[in-house]
């Protein structure tokens, strides 16, 4: 259960960060920038709650940090999208691969 909550407060982070950088980017001064930043401070809030939950379902922080390390990959896909940047897949495929071979390393690790 620590896994979902984990990668829901990843995906509210992740997305959290890049509402931050689409108002900078962005900024006018409206009240769609108004929704946006009120959006990303729930976001905030709601990947706190996730985390606090999943604490709840192991005694182990180490596997919740690194879960939360997939905000990265929220990020990057949203600015793929939004602005287009250029992806190379096989590097991107292998950032993925690492993570989560941590992941099960460091899951492996922690004596129940």
């Not at 890049?18 to 009240?31: D, G, P, R, V």
């Not at 706190?48 to 192991?58: G, K």
């Not at 999208?81 to 991107?92: M, R």
Request: aromatic share 22%; glycine share 2%.
């Amino acid at each position: 259960m620590y896994l979902y909550y984990s990668l829901l407060a990843a995906l509210c982070l992740g997305i959290h960060i890049f509402s931050i950088k689409w108002i900078k980017l962005n900024y006018e001064a409206n009240i769609f920038i108004l929704f946006i930043a009120i959006s990303s401070l729930f976001f905030w809030i709601f990947s706190r709650y996730f985390i606090v939950q999943a604490l709840n379902y192991t005694p182990h922080i180490t596997n919740i940090h690194l879960l939360l390390l997939c905000s990265i990959f929220v990020t990057f896909i949203l600015d793929k999208l939004f602005y287009k940047s250029k992806v190379h897949l096989v590097y991107f495929s292998l950032a993925l691969l690492f993570i989560f071979s941590g992941f099960y390393i460091l899951e492996c690790s922690v004596i129940h």
